[in-house]
């Protein structure tokens, strides 16, 4: 009796592991389902409309810009010339060296993208990142070939025909030819754009930059046309950290409850009780979601802070004359005191508090040392590294002499002429390698425009003049302008016995 109990038992057990391994396997994939939002209109709606141009012309212009450097640099005010190792911003030019400048930018986005959400939440989600900003264009795109909502869900539900055919290929031909566009600008931020454009045209251009555009392309199209909120909820990592970025003093989209509730269901105006709440459970909010979600539930992560939905909700308020934002950017310590009935409204200085304030200063004190070292850098950098095989060498007069590989790196846009000197111990003479000239005191050496130059040298020093086995000196360089003196720093060896 005790064995079939048992086997019935773990029958049971296995019954039930199965069932929810079946259930885990169902759930570990939602199937997306089509959202349609609604054109909203509004303040919000203005603004968005606002950032999309100015950022897209941004994207998309910038590479076109011209900025004259003389004839020994490119002409284009942003370009990554990576055969070059250059970096140019306008009047600011960055080499290899100099990525802590780099390092220095991202430091300061992602503080500056800290203290932007700890204080008026996913912002940069809902205005001004690219995801959003591309499926915001292409939804234009969709409204205008399909309709609005209703139109496209009716479009969506019909049987094929001829007319559906011809909207959905015009949409996606539009799209596709959008998504081109955003992969060439990308590119002609790497190499001269009227040259890489003409080439490109030509069939002249490097397979690499074919191919980067074909994959950009095919990013923008999929992840814009058909992966829009599926990439802010499960692909970005970002909604799940702002959650440690927002406190009690932040401003959301929030719902306001107790002033909604209880809802009076798609009444008019004369219709709505007087115990009713302002909500009339007309659904605005939730059609105009490019995410499709209610924000009458709550905060939720797949909620963008896009504030589409208060714009919709404040249109019906006008309508049924009630007051506005009974949904609005509010911070939770309002929006408590609101349900505690004390009436109290956000200012300024909610956002001024620990966090903020950490935020800012970090922030500000990144971008001061930026502008300092930027400021006082200086256009010439010198390096000197020395001959290792042999070290030191005794010559036929008794003397001693030493082998180094000067390196001058000229920064700037003019070709410049620099006199190298050795100091530091008595009676240095130098002398090139190679050159028919007999030893003397400098040397000079001539740099290309935003250039590096090299020269060999041998220093020649009397043996008593050597008080070491290793014995510091100075190279001291000077452009023949006398705008710029660096020093540096070596070691002549004796020759040991």
């Avoid at 640099?73 to 060296?97: C, E, K, M, S």
């Avoid at 308020?317 to 934002?325: A, L, T």
Wanted: charged fraction near 20%.
């Amino acid at each position: 009796m005790a064995e079939v109990l048992n086997t019935l038992h773990k029958q049971v057990d296995r019954v039930d592991v199965e069932a929810v391994n079946s259930k885990a396997k169902r759930n570990l994939f939602a199937k997306r389902k089509k959202i349609f939002p609604k054109r909203a209109s509004g303040t919000f709606r203005r603004f968005k409309w606002i950032v999309m141009f100015l950022t897209l012309a941004v994207y998309y212009i910038t590479p076109w810009i011209r900025w004259d450097r003389g004839e020994f640099a490119p002409n284009q005010a942003v370009l990554v010339d990576l055969d070059h190792g250059r970096f140019y911003f306008f009047f600011i030019t960055i080499w290899p060296q100099e990525l802590y400048y780099i390092t220095g930018l991202l430091i300061m986005a992602g503080v500056g993208l800290f203290l932007v959400t700890s204080t008026v939440g996913r912002a940069w989600c809902g205005y001004t990142c690219p995801q959003t900003v591309w499926v915001d264009l292409f939804l234009v795109i969709e409204r205008w070939v399909e309709g609005d909502r209703n139109a496209r869900i009716k479009l969506d539900k019909a049987p094929w025909s001829r007319d559906k055919f011809f909207k959905r290929l015009s949409k996606h031909v539009i799209w596709i030819l959008i998504a081109l566009i955003t992969g060439g600008a990308w590119v002609f931020y790497f190499a001269d754009a009227p040259t890489l454009l003409r080439n490109l045209l030509t069939g002249n251009a490097p397979f690499l930059a074919y191919s980067t555009i074909f994959i950009m392309t095919g990013v923008t199209y999929l992840f814009a046309g058909f992966m829009r909120e599926q990439v802010c909820t499960y692909m970005c990592p970002w909604p799940r950290i702002q959650g440690a970025m927002l406190d009690e003093r932040s401003l959301v989209v929030t719902y306001n409850d107790w002033r909604g509730e209880p809802r009076s269901r798609h009444q008019k105006k004369s219709q709505i009780k007087a115990e009713s709440g302002d909500c009339i459970d007309c659904n605005q909010c939730v059609v105009v979601c490019p995410m499709g979600i209610d924000i009458r539930d709550g905060q939720q992560l797949e909620c963008i802070t896009c504030a589409l939905c208060i714009d919709a909700c404040n249109g019906v308020m006008e309508k049924i004359g009630r007051p506005r934002n009974l949904i609005s950017y509010s911070t939770l310590n309002d929006y408590e005191a609101n349900v505690r009935g004390e009436h109290t409204t956000t200012t300024w200085r909610s956002f001024i508090h620990a966090r903020t304030l950490v935020y800012s200063a970090i922030l500000m004190t990144a971008a001061l040392i930026l502008l300092y070292v930027l400021a006082t850098r200086s256009l010439v950098e010198v390096s000197v590294l020395h001959n290792r095989n042999p070290i030191a060498i005794l010559l036929s007069d008794g003397s001693v002499r030493n082998g180094y590989t000067i390196k001058i790196l000229n920064k700037t846009l003019q070709a410049r002429k620099f006199i190298i000197r050795a100091e530091g111990i008595p009676g240095l003479e130098m002398q090139v390698a190679g050159a028919e000239t007999g030893p003397q005191k400098q040397v000079v050496l001539g740099v290309p425009a935003n250039n590096l130059e090299s020269v060999r040298v041998f220093l020649r020093a009397k043996a008593g003049s050597l008080k070491a086995e290793q014995n510091p000196f100075r190279f001291k360089v000077q452009d023949e302008a006398g705008k710029e003196k660096i020093s540096h720093d070596a070691t002549f060896y004796k020759v040991k016995k």
